[in-house]
Every structure is written in C-alpha cells, then in structure tokens.
C-alpha cells in the first residue's frame, strides 16, 4: 500500500514537473529573456530542447564545429567542474577565432588612426594604445564569456532579451555601423590595390576586386573552419613582417619608445589623436562577432567543466593575439612618429600619401617601402573585410531569426555594404581631402553605435538567467562598467567635437540637437533595463569572478 502511494506521488511530481517545464518554455517563447526568471538548471533545460528543434538556426554546423579532442574528459555529467591541466595540444586547437577577432584591432582605419597619432603626437600616445587594447581585451573576454556559456552570441540573445522595438534600433545602429566600418576596410584595400599597381588602378576598381576575392576567401570555410583561420593568420603574420620590416629600416629611438610606453602623458594639442587612438581600438562589430565566433568549437554547454576549460583557452589565445596586434600598432606609430613628427607634412598624410612620404624619404632601395607599406595595408584592408562579412551575417542572422543558406545570408549582407562601398568610392575620390572627411564621418557612425553594443553584453553577462554559473562577478562587472563608461566618454567627445566644428545653420543644429536627445535617452532606457547600478551595489564580492568557475 505504502509503494503504491509513493509510486504515485512519484508520478504526480514528474507530471508537475514537465507541465511546468512545458510551460516555461512557452513562456520564454513569448516574452523576452530578462523576463523568464527561471532557474539556470531549467534553463539549460529549455536550451537543450531549443537546441534539437533550432539546429538549422545555429552558427555553425555540428559537422563544422572542430572538435577538441580528449575534451569530455572535463567532466562526466553537466554538474562537474572539474578542469583537466593546461594541454598545448588543446590550446592549439581553440586557437583560430581570437585571430579573427584581432583583426578589428588592425584594420585599415586603425593604421590611419596610428600614423596620424605617430606623426602628430610623436611616442607620447604608446601609453594609451596599450591600455587601450587591454580594455578592449576586457570587452572581447566577455563577448568570448556569452557566447561559450550560452552557445548563442550576442545578436540572438538581444533579440530575446529586449522588446520588439528596442531589438529593431539596436539591429539598425548595428548595421549602419557594420557599413560605416565595411566602407574603410574595402576603401583601405582599394587604396593598397593601387599603391601596388602604381596607380593603374583607380579606387573603384580596387572596390570591386575586393568584393569579389571577398567570396573566394569565404569558400574556403567550406572546406574547414581552420583553413579559414590559416589564412587570417598568414594575413596577420604579412602585417607584423611588412611593418617590422618598416619599424627596423627607419631605426627608432628607443628611449623615447620606452618612455612613451610607461609615461602617460596628452596635451591639448594630441588630444584628438588620443580619442581617435582609443576608438580606433574598440569597435561595435567585433563584440557581435567574438561572441559567435567562439561557437566554431564543439563544446557542451550543459557540462560546466568544459565550458570553464573553453573559457581559460580562450583566454589564453585571445590575449596572445591582442599582444601580437598592439606590437604591429606598435611598429606603425613608431615608424610614422621617427619619420614624420616635427614635420610640415604631419597633420596632411593619411593613407593615401603615407606610402608616398616615406619613399620620399627613403628612397626606392632593394625593396621600396612604398610597396611595404601597400602589402600591409592589402593584408589588413582584406581580412578585416572579411571578419567585417562574417559579423553581418551573425548581426542579420541573430537580431533577424533568418533561417536561408550560409551564402545568400552571405550575398545579403556584402550586397548591403558594397553598394554604398562604391558610391563613395565615386563620390569622394576627388581629392586626399575628400577621403579624410568620409573617414571622418564613418568614425561618427560607429561612435554612435558604441553603447549599444556594450550595454547589452554587459547587460546579458551580469544574468544569473542567462549565463548560470557563468555570471560575471561583482568586481569584474564593476571593472567592466567602468571601461564601457570610459569609452562611452571617450566616443561622446569624439562626436562633440566633431558636431561642434560641422554645425552650421539652424536646420542642421536643431537636428543634431535631436539625434542626440535620442541617442542619450535611449542609453538611459538600456542602462535602467540592464538593472546595473542596483545590481552592482547589493551584490556581494564574493559572487562569481571572471576566470574560475564559482569566481572565487
């Protein structure tokens, strides 16, 4: 009798049970994810059965993932924690998407943004690109963080976590930054195109090559994720020999790259160059895309201890290659601060002339450095264009849900970018003038974008909800808030300053005066939404940290 009644209380808990998982599912199918307070198990619940009827929908294939080998052996069930030792053997195989991501650190707007630096500034801005690029080492680790705790990136959890009209602005600001940006990658590999064929090709016709050898690169995926990542890191490793090469050949002085390094120092007259210098470094793009390109591994996200182990790699391989991209900053800024600081030229050279100026004062030799200059520009131009094609399919495919193949998601969005691409190629080719007051303006539109990439990571990374045992601590989260205020002020300068010297005319002050309002209040509903300010005060230090598990 007595197993009777327990038999059948058994079996009235798992039909509660399933109704209320049943119900919780539908739940968060219906309203956004910041409302679904469920607990992190039944969470991973639901994304376990969202995962076998969405498999379509992800990122990357199951087939495509690599797979890490021996990596089970983190843990047997989903509650273990257990993290084997470091193995070279593994890390080698996570290594591939903190190249990828790297690359925003190095493309043809940010050697723009260091040679200016270097030839106006001098060595005294080297302090500022260093710990610019550990803040923006800061940002990546978190986008890294969402998406291997989550297995979705940034784009689709936006698109759950706000409200119908809140995810279709962020979906817009993303992608007009995502063109902005596009815009002077392609323009940068135009300009290199041309450097190389000593001018027989004019920039419109270095647009089209690189939209076209843009698909080639992207084929190659098909035969493996890692081919892909061979090539970036051939592009990378093009860009260190071409600028180390240029960085021995005019002898620097090294004191005075020491000092610039450890003694932070700005005047008033480097300050636009130190705000350009840090908005150079962090881009919106590349936290969308960091957060999907983690995915590329096959990782179990129900298993603690391989999440962790994941995340300790990625770490690893993503501060190696952000080191690799300060020290070819390094090398551009010192290069054009030997040559050209003190000089007449400095606040007229850009990428245009810059190839120029430096065979003027070195000469044809051996190897002219006018033809370095363009092979590094050609690798950087090219393969930021193509991490540019990536974080819009993932942007597209994330704020959108569009369920259609890789290479029309692919044709979409380079069709989207290409096409204004060219039409300023045209319109602006008229003159060096020309192409630095469209950089200028594409700068404005990303700066515009900036918060509203890093308030919803830092919004989704601070949620027990979302990232279970994965949530960031209270010391971290402090630390990340203050680095996204400080670039947020940074970027809030930059367009200022720049509004300021263009606003003429009441039509046109009126307007500016309006997008602005807008932009600031709809920071505020963001920041109110993330539930920020109270949640870093009544936290307590010793909740989760960043690299171990329970963030002890």
Known sequence: MNNTQSQQHKNREEEEEEEENRLLQSECETIPLSSCRSSPTKREHVYEQQEEEEDTDAVYAAKDKVHIFDLESAGEGSGSTAVPPVSWRKLWLFTGPGLLMSVAFLDPGNLEGDLQAGAIAGYSLLWLLMWSTIMGLVIQL??????????????????????????????????????????????????????????????????????????????????????????????????????????????????????????????????????????????????FLHSALVQSRDIDIRNKGQVQEALNYYSIESSVALLVTLVINLFVITVFARVFYGTEQAKGIGLVNA????????????????????????????????????????????????????????????SCAIVPTMICAIVFNTSEGSLDTLNEWLNVVQAIQIPFALIPLLTLVSKEEVMGTFRIGPIVERVSWSVAVLVILVYGYMLLDFFLAEVDGLLFGFLVFFCAAAWISFIIYLVQHSGAIPSMLLRSPNSKGFFSLNGN
Request: net charge neutral.
């Open 355 to 414: 190839g120029q100026y430096l065979e003027e004062r070195y000469g044809g030799g051996f190897f002219p450095i006018l033809y370095i200059w363009g092979i590094g520009l050609l690798a950087a131009g090219q393969s930021s264009t193509i991490t540019g094609t990536y974080a819009g399919q993932f942007i597209t495919e994330g704020f959108l849900k569009l369920n259609i193949k890789k290479w029309l998601r692919a044709l979409i969005t380079r």
């Open 142 to 287: 978190l986008s890294a963080r969402l998406g291997v705790a989550t297995g979705r990136h940034l784009a689709e959890l936006c698109r759950e976590e706000y409200s119908k009209w809140a995810r279709l602005v962020l979906w817009v600001l993303a992608e007009l930054a995502l063109i902005a940006a596009d815009i002077q990658e392609v323009i940068g590999s135009a300009i290199a195109f041309k450097i190389l064929s000593h001018g027989l090709l004019p920039i419109w016709a270095g647009v089209v090559i690189t939209a076209m050898d843009c698909f080639f690169f992207l084929f190659l995926e098909n035969y493996g994720v890692r081919k892909l990542e061979g090539v970036f890191a051939v592009f990378i490793g093009t860009m260190g020999f071409s600028f180390a090469w240029m960085f021995f050949d005019t002898k620097p002085n090294e004191e005075e790259l020491m000092m610039g390094l450890l003694i932070p120092k700005v005047s008033s007259k480097t300050l636009r160059q130190a705000v350009e210098i840090v908005g150079c470094v962090i881009t919106p793009h590349n936290v």
